[in-house]
């Protein structure tokens, strides 16, 4: 029997929640860190004439009433003035920039004759150092060096990692790209090998090498005084030196195990193995608090950082020329569309606010222990927990915490850090994870290093304080926590 295919039209009813473009800019008001929210209504404020600082509102004593034949403040030809000055302004001031650097070029043009081309090198330094190819090339343009020369260094310098190590296939940087791989004749092997010497006498000690014992031993060999036994250690024995194997480093070399010690701890506390690192450009994080929390008298008062962020209305004076003869249509337009932009982001604030206080004041509640005496004392929160505490939606939580920061008696701490999992102990009392990685490097730090305690041993200890964790849950916290194993934290 065969199957017949027909088409027809069918109605269908059907509820589907949408989200309207106010919604949108309320969930994501809510999700912005203090100071994105910073930028953002300054933005507004610059794009919107209906959007105004609270304070600018305020009438001056001796305000001169409003005309009619004045132009309205933030109709469409009071913007379009504003917009024709601006553009002028800036034009002159483009024009006074481009004479001034004219002029500064003609002077450079001109240097004076009996100018040392090194020191004038060193005055045009800029500063502060951005990246590590930048400092590497400040130096090399004080040795006068042949251009071919400063080529070929530069183009080292082009290849090294953020650590500071020319990669393993450097060289074929030079390479000309023919079937057999050879050389380009004009950068033959001798003087990349020059150039690589040359580089590796540079600022900071260790760059250019490729491999981590290079690197060590061009900064042992810059060092003044006798360092033979650390020299023989990292070229000999680095392998044994970062397994801690130092009993078998001194039986190697023949040296006692106080000095093999003496050496392990000044390779440590005073080589680094990745010098480029200083000379990284990623910038740091400055960071502003949403929410503060402090203690007074035993208690803690919760309050959100609102001075970071200015107070704003809606010019009420524009909104009463709405209903005037004297604006086109156009202009109303304009002004109705902004008004209501303006009220939006307005209540977007307000409401952000009220939901960011409202989890704030219920965290410190539950995590008063945390604040008050630190993490050790911090418990078991769970998102979920408190959105059904507060009769909100989970990912209402998760984009009001996240990206923000508590400024508390414990420091400045990450809002999303005081929710955390955990275990119940014996006794019922509830122990978040950060706590048990707290007292886990409270244990480590007062261990005897002649016999650090194994993942197991930890484990009972924490059974011992009613507290029942696995050795794999050890194990496990003590990677994140980047504490070595038990054969790498023995000293000798």
């Known amino acids: 029997m065969g199957m017949e295919m027909h088409l027809r039209a069918e109605q269908k009813l059907a509820q589907r929640l949408q989200m309207s473009p106010q919604m949108y800019q309320t969930i994501e008001i809510l999700a912005l860190p203090i100071a994105e929210l910073q930028e953002r209504i300054e933005q507004e404020i610059t794009e919107n004439p209906l959007l105004e600082r609270a304070e600018e509102m305020e009438p001056e004593e001796n305000e001169t009433p409003v005309r009619e034949e004045q132009i309205v403040p933030g109709s469409v030809e009071d913007v379009r003035n504003r917009k024709e000055t601006e553009i002028s302004d800036y034009l002159d001031e483009a024009r006074d920039q481009l004479d001034e650097l004219i002029a500064s070029n003609r002077t450079k043009a001109r240097p004076d004759e009996d100018e040392d081309p090194k020191m004038a090198a060193m005055m045009n330094v800029a500063a502060p150092i951005s990246t590590l190819e930048d400092h590497l090339n400040q130096q090399v343009r004080l040795l006068d060096l042949p251009d071919r020369d400063m080529a070929i260094l530069e183009t080292l310098f082009s290849v090294l990692d953020r650590r500071g190590y020319l990669p393993s296939d450097y060289a074929g940087t030079f390479q000309s790209g023919n079937e057999n791989g050879e050389f380009d004749p004009h950068v033959s092997e001798e003087e990349i090998g020059e150039a690589v010497r040359l580089l590796q006498t540079l600022d900071p000690a260790g760059v250019g090498a490729r491999t981590v014992v290079e690197c060590l031993l061009l900064q042992i060999d810059r060092l003044e005084g006798d360092f033979s036994i650390e020299r023989v250690i990292v070229e000999k024995h680095f392998e044994e030196l970062a397994a801690n194997k130092l009993p078998d480093i001194a039986h190697a070399i023949g040296a006692s195990h106080e000095r093999v010690n003496q050496a392990y701890d000044f390779i440590r506390r005073n080589l680094n193995p990745k010098p480029g690192l200083v000379f990284d450009t990623e910038a740091s994080q400055y960071i502003v608090a949403d929410v503060i929390v402090r203690e007074r008298y035993g208690e803690l008062d919760v309050y959100l950082n609102d001075s970071a962020l200015p107070r704003l ?127 886990l490097k409270k244990i480590v730090a007062n261990e005897d290093k002649a016999k650090p305690l194994s993942d197991d041993a930890i484990s009972e200890i924490f059974r011992t304080k009613n507290i029942p964790i696995s050795r794999r849950t050890i194990t496990k916290y003590r990677a994140e926590l980047k504490i070595p194993n038990t054969r790498i934290r023995r000293q000798f």
């Open 313 to 439: 209305a809606v010019n009420k004076r524009l909104i009463m020329m709405l209903g005037k003869n004297e604006l086109s249509k156009e202009d109303k337009d304009y002004i109705s569309r902004n008004r209501e932009s303006a009220r939006w982001l307005i209540s977007a604030i307000e409401q952000r606010k009220r939901t960011l206080l409202r989890i704030a004041e219920s965290v410190t509640r539950v995590q008063k222990g945390f604040f008050l005496h630190g993490w050790r004392h911090l418990k078991t929160l769970l998102m979920k927990d408190l959105a059904v505490e507060l009769g909100i939606d989970v990912s209402t939580v998760s984009r009001a915490v996240s990206g923000k920061y508590v400024d508390c008696p414990q420091g400045i701490v990450p809002f999303r850090d005081l929710f955390t999992a955990g275990y119940t102990g014996t006794e019922g009392q509830s122990v978040s994870d950060e706590a048990v990685k707290q007292e």
